[in-house]
């Protein structure tokens, strides 16, 4: 199992500011599973226009973190990861549970249903403090930086 720091994690991921969902990868199994966080707070620039006298987290930014955070544990299964870029490609039965909020902290969970050479198939559950929040199955691929 594997910790990465917010500095390994822009790395790995080409998003910056604003977009960029993780913050901490806090578990790693290559081929298998992740688990990361993401601190959620008020200064987020979305949270000026998503329903600003009641901030709530957009969904699809929720579904973004998770994808982020399968792009990271699909990159740990090539040996460069710099060689390629990944490309959030299906979503299927995503269910928002609960409203997000500034000052939560969400861990997304995020396990692999098959995997077969660049393609994954993603089971990804989102939680604040051990309640699910947000889940759905996502479809990544892998593609070479120069076919991109």
């Not at 620039?45 to 955070?69: D, N, S, T």
Request: glycine content about 8%; aromatic content about 10%.
């Amino acid at each position: 199992m594997t910790h990465m720091s917010i500095d390994v994690v822009m790395k790995k991921l080409p998003h910056r500011y604003p977009f960029l969902l993780i913050d901490r990868v806090l578990e790693l199994e290559q081929g298998k599973y992740i688990k990361a966080l993401k601190n959620v707070t008020v200064n987020e620039p979305h949270f000026m226009g998503h329903f600003p006298m009641h901030p709530v987290m957009p969904g699809v930014l929720l579904v973004e973190a998770m994808a982020q955070a399968g792009g990271v544990l699909a990159f740990e299964s090539v040996e460069d990861d710099r060689e390629y870029l990944v490309y959030f490609t299906g979503i299927d039965g995503v269910r928002f549970r609960k409203p997000v909020r500034p000052g939560d902290q969400v861990i997304f969970e995020m396990h692999v249903l098959r995997h077969r050479g660049l393609m994954w198939r993603l089971k990804g559950e989102a939680f604040v403090d051990g309640t699910l929040v947000c889940e759905g199955t996502l479809l990544a691929t892998l593609f070479p930086r120069d076919e991109a």
